[in-house]
């Protein structure tokens, strides 16, 4: 309890909980608890009002016009390119790529620099516990390519198997692409060891920062990683906003993505240039609006400070873990030493499903089912789970109140 | 034969039965307890080519014809699901082929179901509906054939 009480007193929750309208929302007559933080975070009103203000006052296209509204949303979109510069760690600025998300920024590696590296015969390692969007791209260059795609095993606690990784890494492995935190176990892998080990054999990393961004201070020159990916929409900022880093020698090693607008020099029919970094791999209008309102959500994440969310969420995370393994039949799945604020876990004799629909009944939002990652499921021997994540605003009664409705549905259910 | 209730009767029954509910807690009580009571498929059904496609849990269906009539099995891991097959097997087991693919099964929408349950999981339940359909409809083919 005294962790707990240090960890309350970190930040005032109920006025940081005034900045997200929505948590005022009643659902199915009851003040909803929102426990799906993984799949998106809500939206503070400077990331809302940021958006209106926007399209109110700034809108324009970028890159083009000389008019002044031009001159304003450019500036707008590039002062986000600093702020995620800055969120992570990058050198560059031009090595900050704006995507939709995460899913389009692996993509874009797997089609531009996988599709040119990787060959017949080579092996791309991932972990037993990525997302789909970690995988499939890979499979489809692999497939194209001759090559192949190995995972790295997951150990019964939710951690991976470092042995195992030492030995399917060797001269084959042409990239490592590893989540940094897994989104259905919490577990937060040693990116830094892995870039570490993968570079002594000539081997890229791309790291999946979709679920530690929001959670962890970034640095990736720290993390030495090749490429790391995240999506605006989980650290509070708009859908549709994300961000590809690279370093700067491997994209411009790279070569083009989209072909059309912004991303070139000069076009003729005889031969056509391409834009240097990062214009070379944001062809076309971009999502102006959203990439503009992402600066709005990192502010605001730096304006309480990552050490301190990171803090506070650890305290809500020791504290929701003690309080559901008295839950009778509860088995947590996922139970690595370092783990971000999510919890997945099992209730014998209840499907996922059936507690997903109660507690929605109560006005608690939580996610069910297999939170793409089948592998990790069928490693679990599981169809899924029931997934709680915590964000900054998530309250110490909330978590009070998804143990008093577990119970409650699981006496109905059983 | 004289006796059959048709599927229209079938529904109000169910919805009667939903009115007296005054929550959706109760509801779902109800339903769990509709779940647990529906007899389990024997195992040898249990097999992926009964499975109904677009259900976040697992749905398995088997359909049997008999003097003319359609017979549904069904079974779920998860209850609440097993509960609404449960209440569409209650409705359109033991009737013809042709009255199961007319069925417009407008209790689901009364008793509140389609708006309650999350977009995903209607859609497990019209996938449902729909196999159901899908059997009546090879019965009635097969009996056509059988005709001519
Ligand atoms: C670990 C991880 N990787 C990738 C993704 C894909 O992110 P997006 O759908 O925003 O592109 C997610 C989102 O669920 C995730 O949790």
């Known amino acids: 309890m005294e962790t707990l009480t240090r960890s309350e007193l970190l930040f005032d929750v109920d006025s940081i909980r005034e900045e997200f309208p929505i948590l005022k929302r009643m659902v199915k007559g009851k003040p909803l608890v929102y426990l799906d933080n993984a799949a998106t975070t809500q939206k503070p009103l400077a990331v809302i009002d940021g958006l209106t203000r926007y399209y109110s006052e700034y809108n324009a296209n970028i890159h083009r016009g000389i008019h002044s509204l031009a001159e304003e949303a450019t500036a707008a979109f590039e002062a986000s390119r600093d702020a995620v510069k800055e969120f992570i760690g990058a050198a560059h600025r031009e090595e900050i790529i704006f995507t939709r998300g995460a899913t389009e920024a692996i993509n874009l590696v797997a089609y531009t620099w996988a599709r040119k590296f ?36 997951v150990l019964e606690d939710g951690t991976l198997d470092m042995e195992a990784f030492q030995r399917l ?7 490592v692409a590893i989540v940094h935190a897994s989104n259905s176990l919490g577990t937060i892998n040693p990116v830094k060891y892995i870039v570490e080990q993968a570079h002594v054999i000539g081997a890229k990393v791309l790291v999946d920062g979709s679920q530690s961004a929001v959670h962890l201070p970034i640095d990736v020159q720290d993390i030495d990683c090749d490429f790391f990916v995240f999506s605006g929409h989980k650290v509070y900022g708009p859908t549709g906003s994300g961000a590809l880093y690279g370093k700067k020698a491997l994209l411009e090693a790279m070569p083009v993505f989209h072909g059309g607008g912004e991303m070139i020099k000069e076009v003729s029919f005889d031969r056509t240039t391409y834009n240097e970094l990062p214009y070379k791999y944001e062809a076309g209008t971009p999502n102006i609006a959203d990439t503009v309102a992402l600066k709005f959500a990192l502010d605001f994440v730096n304006g309480i400070g990552k050490e301190k969310i990171h803090q ?39 499907h996922p499903q059936d507690l997903g629909i109660l507690l929605d009944n109560k006005g608690i939002a939580v996610r069910t089912g ?16 029931t997934r709680a ?19 409650r549905s699981i006496k109905t259910l059983l | ?19 007296l509910f005054d929550s959706w807690d109760e509801k779902y009580e109800y339903i769990i307890d509709l779940g647990k009571k529906l007899p389990a498929l024997e195992d040898e059904h249990k097999k992926d080519d009964n499975k109904v496609r677009g259900c976040q849990s697992t749905v398995w269906l088997v359909a049997a014809y008999k003097d003319g009539l359609v017979e549904f099995k069904a079974d779920s891991d998860a209850v609440i699901v097993k509960g609404l097959i449960s209440m569409l097997i209650q409705v359109l087991s033991g009737h013809t082929p042709d009255e199961i693919i007319q069925a417009k099964l407008g209790f689901i929408d009364r008793i509140g179901m389609t708006t309650h349950l999350a977009q995903t999981r209607s859609n497990g339940l019209a996938a449902m509906v729909k196999q159901m359909k899908n059997f009546a409809l090879a ?8 005709k001519h």
């Open chain 2, 139 to 146: 019965f009635k083919l097969q009996n056509e054939s059988a």
């Open chain 1, 169 to 175: 890494l060797t001269e084959k492995t042409k990239l």
């Open chain 1, 389 to 407: 994540s915590f964000a900054l605003y998530t309250t110490y009664a909330e978590i009070d109140a998804l143990v008093a409705g577990l119970e």
């Open chain 2, 1 to 19: 034969m004289t006796a059959r209730p048709s599927i229209e009767e079938l529904e109000e029954e169910i919805v009667e039965n939903f009115s």
């Open chain 1, 312 to 350: 506070y969420e650890q305290g809500l995370l020791a504290y929701a873990t003690d309080a559901l393994e008295q839950i009778k039949g509860l088995r947590i799945i996922g139970k690595a030493p370092e783990k971000t604020s999510v919890i997945s876990f099992v209730v014998e004799g209840v």
């Open chain 1, 370 to 385: 297999h939170h793409c990652t089948q592998p990790l499921m069928d490693r679990f021997g599981i169809p899924g789970t």
């Open chain 1, 118 to 153: 990787v060959g017949a015969g080579d092996e791309i390692l991932v972990s037993g516990m990525e997302h789909h969007s970690n995988i499939v791209p890979w499979q489809i260059i692999a497939e194209e390519k001759g090559a192949k795609v190995i995972p790295i095993p």
